[in-house]
């Protein structure tokens, strides 16, 4: 998790009343919404998943301690952070290991990370900066590296709380403090799904609820694919102004199941979920 210098969120004072500030014409629509993920932890999602589809090259934005990183067997692996705080043997099941320690925009723009991988990404994990112009940034960047039959995991896009998405991390663990939740930031990264679904129907999102904050899973890529990259400045604007709340989570994944990780982690099943 990146801790870059963030812009504040002019919500904070909204959100200092309780962790959950939903009115009462909200509530029979976020009855639906999970108050709790009880999947499986999302490295173990990840872990298992690598293994299970014979990743050979593994890309990770926002590796930070390497709790996740450390976890996946491959033959390649390449891992950003603008600020590495390793404290796990990142190099664990893994023949050839590469960090970069820099913000991911200039990663991208500076590294040839398919020549870096001998080939096209088979499995990255997004978990940079929690604001959503940086992630989908990340998205269209890390796609462009991909293959159709590629996979995109996202994370922290299914917040539980509305004081964990706040855009400003001192603001969620002021307003946090006491809470279940207390230390939890997801920031409003689950706007990109919403993004995802507008801008780009030909994807396939998987939504699971990986503990503690969830995991989407993107497939059928597209690396020439340019609708996000080309309208970027349009989507920011449009999605800045989205209410950061957890009645517009709701909404977002009313219409989008949020599927338990077992169904995935069950022996092969996969394959009706992701491109394979």
Known sequence: MSTDVLARDTTAQRLEATEHPVTEAASSTLATYPADLGGDYYVTVLKKLAKTRSVKRYLEVGVCKGDCFSQIACERAIGVDPAFQLKENVTNGKKD???????????????????????????????????????????????????PNSLIAMHDCLPVSETMMSRS??????????????????????????????????????????????????????????????????????????????QAVSEVYGAQPILPTSTILNGFDHSLYFRA
């Open 97 to 147: 290991v590469r960090l970069f320690q820099m913000p991911s925009d200039a990663f991208f723009e500076e590294v040839d990370a398919r020549a870096a991988l001998g080939g096209p990404v088979d499995l990255a994990f997004l978990d940079g900066l929690h604001q959503f112009e940086y992630l989908l940034r990340d998205f269209y960047n890390t796609e462009r590296l991909c293959a």
């Open 169 to 246: 991390i001192s603001d969620t663990m002021r307003l946090s403090k006491g809470t279940r939740h207390e230390g939890w930031w997801t920031g409003d990264v689950w706007k990109v799904v919403a993004i995802l679904r507008k801008y780009r129907p030909d994807l396939r999102i998987v939504c699971l609820d990986a503990a503690p904050t969830g995991l989407v899973f993107v497939s059928n890529l597209d690396p020439a694919n340019t609708a996000l990259s080309r309208d970027y400045c349009r989507i920011v604007d449009e999605f800045a102004s989205v209410p950061n709340t957890l």
